[in-house]
């Protein structure tokens, strides 16, 4: 089948094609002269050229229909098409700074990623979209970033319905999520199970539609100082479209079905229909709306060695619609509006119950069963602001609202403790989390202080709402105790006691939240910043940052940054950070709790998941959360000259005091049990500031375009991150000193520093022949250390993925994709049946669901 597939592709190449030309010319003022560091951008790329000391430029664009945009701070901006022309020169009028646009890692409005003192990727969602298999966001920077990791997870309760993703092998929630630039809503899910952000919560990425995003910024460096919060890994920014126009996009996909009883070929299939629309608003204005669904199915990688029946991909089906618009407010402000509402529904299996045991009902399930766990997620999201000038000072006033809701529901399961009475389906209840951000700023370009230099100020503030309701009484209670069976223990001969078992109570799977565990907490936080970008001289740049943040459940914190650049020639530059940051603990993991009920010798017993503060983290003299702080610093080197552009970019980032989930701590404990017995607790786990982490590592990035002949060019990108963290410190309490493996055993040790693998490579080959494309993507996957069930370890060996997919575009407003994701079907080393999961296989790597074949149609006009 792959074989047909490779032959197809490359027939169909060798009749068709896609062209690439190189363009070059000079910016201007009204009055001629040339312009420094004027930005040229082509629209719907990365690509962007600066000027040089006479104001030239050279900049590869697509084709003759590319749209070139020339910006430059204090100058209107001008865009044509190119046409014929392969020489141009622009001539920029003097404007206000409303036409000036910025990018992440820097609030100067004239700064690029060329020119930039951080390293910053940019990516271009629309050529991902057209080229990859993947559909959703996560699964998109996986494969384009990296520093980026996420893997899908299964059997990990909430996990399987929100990926968690990372930056530089951090945690999911100290990388902080922008949408043009303002601060993105978390996810009311803390991770506790699973092998990558576990005790973290995080930002659901996939609720926003790949459809209504322009481009991706990547900043890769600590930047608690400019933006607050979670900044300390780095930070997504996703700039939404602003075109205009209509394009739609039809995507189906599946996975090849290896080791599912069920299914012979096939299975997780993907279906995706998404549509964006742009209409101008007034003579400047504009509006842009999206609406996207996508259904995927489950994968099941099933082994008869393993505990469960049904191992793999969650089910899910996802609608989204979104909007960004502007419109002017005369000729010195305008209004600007986003958001958007992204309603999830998810089924996931949990472990199997087996006939005969306490859990099961074999009256209802004589086969035992698979219990299903349901989730309906909903986000919500709308931004509104005015910015605008006054006597040459930037203004921006913005007020935004942000909400993720998790419903919880149980399907096929039961409550044992009611036997034959059970219901069948429950409702487990759920959590929600939501945020009131409103900011304002102003900034001013000085054009001849030194070479340029932009100063900017701010004020945000933040309210934060927290909630965990309850469920159903059947979906948490134990109705008992409830005798299972008993058994007869004897010692050479001699009978010694009976044991008794009885039967477990909540819903089987996922046991709902009680009355007990209902929560409503609020915090504010106040925070202050000032900014300084200088362009010291043409060659060099200083860049410093100042902020104050007050939280109303910790205390307050100051961070700064400081970043250099040097230009030593015209193509080669040196640049340096440092920084300080730190990461507020989040509300989730503040006062998320769940107990469930256990009986022993015929005792029921409350096991808890206790909430920091609470009397039992008291009695244990756990102290109340505080903030992760950081130290980031970062040095690197970038190349451009003509179509290659290399940099490369080492840092070290030391956290104090990270926030993670400790093991469980019993009753019969010798030294804490009393303490316990005392509060009618069987055990408790809890989240503490447990340790200290240093990560190392590079970052790599080189991207050449060559010019075979007039038709045929070859575009290559290779990234490459290496990472290394070690754990310096566990800081426990003084009660609970020597049980350091109870706190933070090695198994969960193992799980933080694999969450990246040491060392991930891309290599991206496109080749074009006039208006078509072939891509080929070679990703590797460094060999990753973990710990099972039983204490053995399970090493995942190095695997490499080969991506293959071809674009035609057939029309001028019509175009086609097919293409395999994972060619050759790599899968992660099998394990025992001991692990994480309960599968073959952790969730590490490029996942376990082997191949994935799919096509796209889009039309545009």
């Given at each position: ?150 893997n ?118 993907n ?13 400047k ?18 082994d ?29 402000a ?22 005969g ?6 009256a ?5 069963f ?12 709308l ?106 223990v ?92 730190f ?13 469930y ?34 130290v980031?610093?970062g ?7 003509d ?79 290496y ?20 706190f ?118």
């Amino acid at each position: 089948m792959k074989n047909h597939l490779l032959t197809m592709i490359f027939m169909v190449m060798s009749h068709l094609g896609w062209s690439q030309l190189n363009i070059t010319g000079k910016v201007t003022d009204a009055a001629g002269e040339p312009l420094i560091g004027a930005v040229l951008h082509e629209e719907g790329t990365d690509r962007v050229s600066i000027t040089d000391a006479d104001g030239m430029f050279s900049i590869s664009v697509r084709s003759e229909l590319s749209l070139l945009e020339v910006r430059m701070l204090g100058y209107a901006p001008m865009s044509l098409r190119v046409g014929s022309q392969r020489q141009f020169e622009f001539k920029l009028v003097e404007s206000s700074i409303l036409d000036a646009v910025s990018i992440v890692g820097s609030r100067s409005l004239n700064r690029s990623k060329i020119n930039s003192p951080v390293p910053i990727d940019i990516i271009d969602v629309k050529e991902l979209t057209n080229s990859q298999g993947q559909l959703d966001i996560n699964q998109m920077l996986q494969f384009a970033a990296p520093s980026f990791n996420a893997n899908r997870q299964t059997g990990a309760d909430g996990s399987d319905h929100v990926d968690p993703a990372t930056l530089r092998g951090l945690g999911p929630d100290q990388t902080l999520v922008l949408i043009n630039g303002k601060r993105r809503h978390q996810s009311s899910l803390v991770n506790l199970y699973g092998t990558r952000g576990r005790g973290n919560t995080g930002t659901d990425l996939n609720a926003i539609p790949a459809a209504s995003i322009e481009r991706i910024e990547i900043l890769r460096d600590g930047a608690s100082a400019q933006y607050g919060s979670d900044a300390i890994a780095g930070v997504i920014n996703i700039v939404l479209k602003e075109s205009i126009g209509f394009n739609a996009n039809l995507n189906v996909g599946a996975h090849q079905a290896q080791d599912n009883p069920a299914r012979d070929i096939f299975d997780g299939e993907n279906y995706q229909l998404s549509s964006n629309y742009g209409f101008k608003l007034g003579e400047k204005g504009f509006v842009n709306v999206t609406g996207d669904y996508w259904f995927r199915g489950h994968t099941n990688r099933f082994d008869p060695s393993l505990y469960r029946r049904q191992f793999g991909d969650a089910q899910g089906s996802n609608f989204n619609t979104s909007f960004n618009l502007s419109l002017p407010l005369g000729s010195q402000a305008s209004l600007y509006a986003f958001g958007g509402q992204n309603l999830r529904q998810t089924e996931a299996y949990a472990w199997s119950r087996d006939p005969g045991s306490a859990r099961n009902v074999d009256a209802l399930y004589p086969n035992g069963f698979d219990p299903r766990i349901l989730s309906d997620i909903t986000d919500r999201s709308l931004t509104a602001g005015v910015k605008g000038t006054y006597k040459n000072w930037g203004m921006d006033f913005s007020h935004g609202f942000g909400s993720n809701r998790f419903h919880y529901f149980g399907e096929g399961t039961a409550n044992a403790s009611l036997e034959e009475r059970t219901p069948t389906s429950f409702d487990d209840g759920g959590f929600s989390l939501s945020q009131l951000t409103s900011n304002f700023d102003i900034s001013r370009y000085f054009k001849n202080c030194m070479a340029g230099t932009n100063l900017a100020f701010g004020v945000e503030h933040r309210l934060e709402n927290y909630r965990i309701f309850a469920g159903e009484e059947a979906s948490w209670k134990t109705y008992g105790p409830v005798l299972f069976s008993q058994d007869s223990v004897f010692d050479n001969n001699m009978f010694v006691r009976i044991d008794s078992t009885y039967r477990p109570g909540g819903a089987q799977g996922f046991p709902g939240f009680g009355p007990q565990n209902e929560v409503n907490k609020n915090r504010t936080n106040l925070g202050a910043f000032a900014d300084v970008d200088m362009q010291v001289t043409k060659a060099f740049t200083v860049a410093a940052a100042l902020r104050f943040e007050r939280y109303s459940d910790f205390g307050n914190t100051i961070n700064g940054k400081l970043a250099l650049r040097y230009k030593l020639a015209p193509s080669f530059a040196i640049r340096a950070s440092g920084s300080t940051g730190f990461r507020a603990p989040s509300l989730a993991q503040k006062h998320f709790n769940s107990v469930y009920t256990d009986f022993v010798s015929g005792v029921a017993v409350d096991k808890f998941l206790a909430a920091n503060g609470s009397n039992i983290t008291t009695a244990l003299g756990i102290p109340d959360l505080k903030e992760e702080t950081s130290v980031n610093l970062g040095a690197g080197l970038t190349f451009n000259m003509d179509d290659l552009n290399v940099s490369l970019d080492a840092y070290h980032i030391q956290i104090k005091d990270r926030i993670v989930l400790t093991g469980d701590f019993y009753n019969d404990d010798p030294d804490i049990g009393l303490e316990l017995q005392k509060l009618q607790v069987g055990s408790a786990r809890f989240f503490a500031n447990a340790i200290n982490t240093k990560s190392t590592g590079v970052d790599l990035v080189i991207s050449k375009i060559f010019d075979m002949t007039e038709d045929f060019k070859l575009n290559l990108i290779l990234t490459g991150n290496y990472s290394n963290m070690e754990i310096d410190a566990v800081n426990v309490p003084a009660k609970l000193q020597g049980k350091e493996d109870f706190f933070l055993s090695n198994r969960e040790r193992l799980f933080i520093l694999a969450s990246a693998p040491p060392l991930k490579a891309n290599l991206n080959l496109q080749f074009q022949y006039r208006q078509h494309s072939l891509n080929l993507r070679c990703s590797y996957f460094d060999k990753i250390t973990l710990e099972d069930y039983i204490g053995e370890m399970d090493i995942y060996e190095a695997r490499t993925v080969l991506d293959l997919s071809a674009t035609f575009k057939l029309t001028n407003n019509f175009q086609w994709t097919l293409g395999v994701s994972n060619l050759l079907n790599a899968y992660p080393s099998p394990q025992d049946a001991e692990t994480e999961g309960g599968g073959l296989y952790d969730a590490v790597q490029m996942g376990f669901n082997g191949s994935f074949l799919f096509t796209k149609f889009s039309v545009r006009f």
